[in-house]
């Protein structure tokens, strides 16, 4: 029966990259046909696959699994921490008439940011989890030891690692340049406000990632990547760049994951969990 559900959790599928048949440890080129179990992100090839699954030791058929993360947890849970506080300093200061002012009065903006940087988050990591499916690795509410701040979602593809950060915005999206006639300055506007801090605030977040995979073998390629998932896009408006970071919507980014790149899938594995060995989820 063991061997029975081990099947049942697999399917034939030709393969989009390169992998390693966990059975035999034969290569398994891109194009041919194996079982792929998505559940452990394994690929069997079909001649180990008509075995018995059983016949494999506990340690062989369940490698470790990644710790994905919940995407948005730790914008979530400050937000319930900064709500919860406000309601006790509201009923300390109004007692019996605490439920009248929690009725007649909102939690200020710097509360409700929170909720609604989670809520993007979430909504970033259900487009890509649909959109990617088993192509990509995705990795959510990293932690950056030694650092307070957190990096939103990870992926990890054929195309090399992305470092995404997400951003629940309305307005319009536009690429400006504010220099002279003998000056460059492009900058990146919101809601006709001038938000490149965003950008900028992207370079710690890749340097973080590249010192984790400093010590490995593999040639791995890094790309930076902000996020709007419900901003605004003048008409026939094209993903743009700016200071190395790419700016764009959640549809033109998960198109831009999907793209050939240098990394099979034995290589997409080991650089996923490196990284979530090192930049463990918040909600850890």
């Known amino acids: 029966m063991e061997g029975a559900a081990d099947q ?33 992100r394994t690929v069997v090839c079909t001649q180990c ?15 470790p699994t990644l710790d994905v993360g919940i995407a948005g947890r730790s914008a979530q849970l400050k937000y319930e921490g ?18 009248v002012a929690k009725f007649l009065s909102d939690d200020p903006r710097s509360i409700t940011v929170w909720a609604q940087g989670s809520k993007g988050e979430r909504i970033l990591a259900e487009h890509m989890s649909q959109a990617l499916g088993d192509r990509a690795v995705l990795l959510h509410d990293r932690r950056v030891p030694g650092d307070r701040r957190n990096i939103d979602h990870l992926v990890v593809a054929a195309s090399g ?30 809601k006709g406000r001038d938000r490149t801090e965003a950008v900028d605030g992207m370079a710690w ?33 094209k993903p ?25 899938l034995d290589g997409v594995m080991e650089v996923a969990r490196t990284l979530a060995a090192a930049l463990p989820s918040k909600a850890a």
């Open 8 to 40: 049942t959790e697999r399917r034939l599928i030709r393969l989009r990259y390169r992998g390693t048949c966990t059975s035999c440890s034969q290569a398994v080129e891109r194009g041919q046909s194996a079982w792929w179990d998505a559940s452990t």
């Open 49 to 63: 696959g008509a075995a018995e699954p059983s016949t494999r030791t506990e340690a062989e058929a369940e490698p």
């Open 82 to 99: 900064l709500h919860q506080r406000r309601e006790r300093e509201l009923e300390a200061r109004w007692g019996r008439l605490a439920g």
């Open 161 to 190: 690692v992305w470092v995404i950060d997400t951003k629940r915005w309305s307005g319009l999206v536009e690429l400006r340049d504010v220099g002279g006639w003998f000056h460059v300055d492009r900058r990146l506007y919101v």
């Open 205 to 237: 977040q890749v340097e973080a990632v590249k010192a984790v995979l400093g010590g490995i073998a593999i040639d791995v390629p890094f790309h930076g990547a902000l996020c709007f998932v419900e901003a605004e896009w003048k008409w026939f408006a």
């Open 240 to 264: 743009f760049e700016l200071k190395g970071v790419g700016v764009s919507g959640p549809k033109s980014l998960a198109v831009a994951i999907s793209e050939a790149g240098p990394l099979g």
